[in-house]
């Protein structure tokens, strides 16, 4: 534990060579250091796009306890783990879990390597109750999990998330033919389009099986809340949310115009 410290404190030091390590995650400027942080890594050569900033989003509450996510180029998502009084604390709260982890992604063991890789492949086979002989094939599930691995090969796990959050959301969805059809042949983002996509498929479930929408959303919120709690990577947790909020609706405004 004592060298993994230390190793976060030397990148600290040398993302943000003004900053004192000890005090870093303590420090109230917390947000315009996360927002330092990234701006370095960009000005680097990051992998990110520049167009990917650092996102707030608080969740809606008249009064506390105030939630807030901090979403981070590459698409990983973390929320404020605490109880806020303020919306100001809970923004605080989660720039500072978000820039622990970001300076935690710099060790080279949050690196995607090989050995990560045959790693992932045999829990994902062991998880599946697949073949470990699957990864040599891009038509199974596992080995579209494969290909996607080792087309991130040497990029950290904060810059791999938005296309491992897609991957999650398909095999969630049942719609993981599509990921393996094109054999991540080209960038996905979550975006408007691949959440309406996956709205509609949540509301044709719902049409075969009637209260299903409502109850993998209360499935989804608590996995949220127990995420965020737990201080754990988001963004899977959040789009699940999102995703199924939005069939939801649409399928309450479908009903409402059919009356």
Not at 9 to 24: C, G, N, Y
């Amino acid at each position: 534990m004592d060298r993994v410290l230390e190793s976060v404190k030397q990148i600290v030091f040398r993302v943000l060579p003004h900053t004192d390590a000890d005090s870093v995650f303590k420090d109230l400027n917390v947000v315009g250091m996360l927002h330092e942080f990234w701006e370095q890594k960009q000005a680097g050569g990051s992998r990110c796009g520049t167009e990917s900033l650092v996102v707030y989003e608080s969740a809606p509450s008249p009064s506390p306890p105030f939630v807030c996510y901090v979403t981070l180029p590459g698409g990983s998502c973390f929320g404020n783990f605490q109880d806020c009084l303020s919306k100001a604390d809970g923004r605080r709260a989660a720039a500072r879990v978000a820039l622990m982890n970001s300076v935690f992604n710099e060790l080279p063991s949050r690196r995607i390597t090989q050995e990560f890789i045959s790693h992932s492949v045999q829990e994902a086979a062991s998880t599946a109750s697949g073949c470990v002989g699957d990864a040599k094939d891009p038509c199974t599930s596992i080995g579209a999990y494969c290909y996607m691995l080792q087309s991130n090969l040497g990029k950290t796990m904060l810059e791999f998330q938005e296309l491992m959050t897609v991957f999650q959301l398909l095999h969630w969805n049942g719609s993981l033919k599509i990921f393996r059809e094109r054999k991540c042949s080209r960038q996905h983002h979550l975006d408007e389009c691949f959440r309406s996509h996956m709205a509609l498929d949540w509301i044709s479930k719902e049409q075969e099986t009637p209260g299903i929408l409502s109850q993998e959303l209360q499935v989804a919120l608590r996995e949220l809340e127990e995420a965020r709690r737990a201080g754990r990577e988001l963004r899977f947790y959040k789009e699940k949310r999102e995703i199924l909020s939005l069939a939801l609706s649409q399928r309450h405004s479908e009903g409402a115009s059919a009356q």
